[in-house]
Nanobody, 116 residues
Framework: QVQLVESGGGLVQPGGSLRLSCAAS????????MNWYRQAPGKERELVAG????????SFADSIKGRFTVSRDNAKNTMYLQMNSLKPEDTAVYYC?????????WGQGTQVTVSS
């Protein structure tokens, strides 16, 4: 059974940093590309960043380029999102996502709130 569990969210002041984690189980993590999405109140869920199975290619939404970095540790079955220079508009629930055998799986999400 595929499971994704996000952690690391919280309340941070503008300009601060957080590192989110996504712990995966139930599939061969090292064989699959992974994604981070986020959903702000009243907005649609948007793709933030993606990483291939080997960690060699990353994609980023324009709004987070230069501030967020996605990485993975295949030995720990975990993907990370390092978020720096956080802005109030980064406030959202952050989700990790994977497609296994054509089915998309989501974690429960972790809340990130950027506020002074």
């Amino acid at each position: 059974q595929v499971q994704l569990v996000e952690s690391g969210g919280g309340l941070v002041q503008p300009g601060g940093s957080l590192r989110l984690s996504c712990a995966a189980s139930g599939f061969t993590f090292s064989n699959y590309g992974m994604n981070w999405y986020r959903q702000a109140p009243g907005k649609e869920r948007e793709l933030v960043a993606g990483i291939t199975s080997a960690g060699g290619v990353q994609s980023f939404a324009d709004s987070i380029k230069g501030r967020f970095t996605v990485s993975r540790d295949n030995a720990k079955n975990t993907m990370y999102l390092q978020m720096n220079s956080l802005k109030p508009e980064d406030t959202a629930v952050y989700y990790c996502n994977v497609a296994v055998y054509g089915r998309r799986y989501w974690g429960q999400g972790t809340q990130v709130t950027v506020s002074s």
